[in-house]
């Protein structure tokens, strides 16, 4: 018999994991959610929810209908619990504060509330990526700003993803491994199906937008240039490729079997840290990763290190396998 994801918490509470009654209706609440945006998902044509919304997001990005569907999804579930202080996502200009007639809690919940955006319409795996860090002691006597916010990735006290893709799956860590939950739609309910993932430490297997090659860096030009050498160059070894363009995706591929993924800063726009997001992309996947016994650096720093400066922060990510993130590594120094 599969525990569901009620049960597994209530034994994570009982281990003395310190889990809170709060984090632990938080976590329920989110997955809930999750589960309402799975449905909207697959419901694609039918229910109107391909295409383009016909607005951009702060960052400047053309938003899909399904990104402020999801977004509206995940605020409006979780905003009146009493579990939250406030909220942030990539789809809104600032924070979100738990309005005055809803009860406050002691958390902060931030999300990218659909990843992968440019394969809904190809019916390709998204996902939505959420992080849950502690909203600091003294902002709960007073208005919360988006300076309270601006934790390291290591205050993460939970983070996790749902994929929608052939199943619908919940990946989670409260700071205490990595387990998967799979969604049995007859029930309607989230199962464990996977406990104590562990990332292998070697691999032979990269990702990343190769049609970006000419205007990396160089040391991503050497080290993908030495991967493409195969058996016969410096690596000794033959690689795989993938780019599914879902992040989601592309985390859970390694955190399955292994791998490396890549989103460097390049010179397309040199201002720009990078492509994906500190806070709502970087931090939860880096989280879930170490927690697997894999490893997420910038170039050479521990991405869960970094203070953030602004919300919508960007950041290089180079995430996988432990030995091969070491090895990319070395190409930077
Ligand atoms: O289209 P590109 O440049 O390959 O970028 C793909 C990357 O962009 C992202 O889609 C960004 O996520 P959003 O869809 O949430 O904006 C990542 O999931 C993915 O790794
Ligand atoms: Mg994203
Ligand atoms: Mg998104």
Request: with cysteine; aromatic share 8%; hydrophobic share 40%.
């Amino acid at each position: 018999m599969h525990k569901t994801l009620s049960q597994y918490l209530v034994e994570q509470q009982r281990q003395g994991f310190l889990l809170s009654e709060d984090l632990k209706a938080l976590i329920e609440g989110i997955a809930r959610s999750c589960k309402s945006i799975a449905h909207v998902v697959a419901k694609g044509a039918l229910g109107g929810v391909l295409g383009n919304q016909g607005t951009d997001n702060v960052q400047g990005e053309a938003q899909k209908k399904m990104d402020v569907i999801s977004n509206n999804i995940l605020l409006q579930a979780n905003e009146w619990t009493g579990h939250l202080a406030g909220m942030a996502s990539e789809e809104m200009d600032t924070i979100y504060k738990i309005p005055n007639s809803y009860p406050k809690g002691k958390y902060l919940l931030l999300f990218d509330p659909l990843d992968g955006s440019s394969n809904i319409d190809v019916n390709v795996s998204i996902g939505t990526i959420f992080s849950i860090l502690k909203a600091p002691e003294d902002s709960l006597n007073r208005e919360l700003t988006e300076a309270d916010f601006l934790q390291a990735g290591s205050q993460q006290v939970a983070a996790g993803y749902a994929l929608y893709g052939p199943q619908t799956l919940l990946m989670l860590t409260i700071g205490h491994g990595v387990v998967c939950f799979t969604l049995d739609k007859d029930v309607g309910t989230w199962l464990l199906t996977q406990e104590n993932i562990q990332i292998p430490t070697e691999t032979k297997e990269f990702a990343i937008n190769m049609s970006n090659s000419r205007h990396w860096d160089t040391p991503v030009q050497n080290y993908i240039h030495d991967c493409l050498a195969g058996t016969t160059g410096p690596r000794g070894k033959d690689f795989n490729m993938r780019w599914v363009a879902s992040m989601v995706a592309e985390v859970h591929r390694i955190l399955q079997r292994g791998g490396i993924f890549l989103y460097p800063w390049d010179k397309r726009d040199p201002n720009k840290a990078g492509k994906l997001r500190l806070m709502y992309e970087a931090n939860p996947m880096s989280f879930l990763i170490e927690q697997a016994g894999g490893a997420s650096v910038d170039t050479v720093n521990r991405i869960l290190d970094i203070q953030p400066s602004q919300l919508h922060q960007r950041v290089s990510v180079i995430l996988g396998s432990k030995n091969e993130v070491e090895t990319v590594k070395q190409y930077f120094v």
